[in-house]
C-alpha cells in the first residue's frame, strides 16, 4: 500500500496518466492511492498568482514559497510518521531502479511538481528531503519526471502487476536486459519463433533466455554486465560470444 500525493499546478495532468492502465487499476483496487492537491488553491491574493519576478532580474517567473508551503503543509498535517518529499529537478539525483524499489518500501510519498524558473529556494530547504532528476535534459516542469516515478514506483508496491512474478524476471533484474519474448502467430512474414521456446523443455528454454540476456546486455548496455551477478558458465558463454 502506497499513498502517493502531488503538488502541482496541473493536478489533471497527473490524475489524466494514472488513471490508466495498470496504476489505474491500482488505484480501483486499493493497492495505491493518489491525492493530487493543486498549488494554485492555496494562494492569497484575488487572480490566483502563484509565481513572481525573479529578485536580482533575469529571465522568467519563480514559484512564491508561500503556497507551495501551505499546499505542503495541507497534506502533512495529515500524515503521522515522517515523510519524504521529493523535488523533481535536473539539478538532482539521477533515477533508477534501485531508487524505485527503496522509494516502494515507504507509506507516503510526496512530489512538489515546480514550474518556470524553479522554486522560491527558502521553501524548498524547509520542506524538500529528496532532489530527483529523470535524465539529463530539462523538462518545462516536474510533472512528467513525477509520473515516470510514480509509475516505475507502483509496480514495486505489492499487489499493483497481478502476477508478482513478473517484475522479477525483467528489465534491470540482476543487471541483465531482458530476453525476448515471441507470441503467436508462430509464424510472421516468414520468420519462425524459436524452436526452443516450442519445445516444452523447461531448463533448455531457461538457458537460451540467459543466453540472449546476456547477449542483449553485451550488445546494447555493456556498462551493466559490471554490476551484473555472472555465473562462471554466464562468464564462459560470453567469452565464446564476444570471440564470435
Ligand atoms: N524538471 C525539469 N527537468 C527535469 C528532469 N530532467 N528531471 C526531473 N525534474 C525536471
Redesign the pocket.
Known sequence: MMNFHVLTLFPEMIQNVLKESITGRAIRKGSITLNTVNIRDFTDNKHGHVDDYPYGGGAGMVMQPEPVFRAYQSVKERIEEPVRVIY???Q?KV?NQTMAEELAGEKNLIFLC?HYEGVDERVLNRIVTDN???????????E??ALVMIDAISRKVSGVLGNDASAEIETFYDNLLEYPQYTRPEVFMGEKVPDVLLSGHHANIEKWRREKSLERTMDLRPDLLEKANLTASDKEYLKKYMAK
Open positions: 523533481l529537478t535536473p538532482g533515477f515546480g530527483i532528476s529523470i535524465g539529463d535534459y530539462v523538462l518545462t516542469g516536474g512528467l519526471p
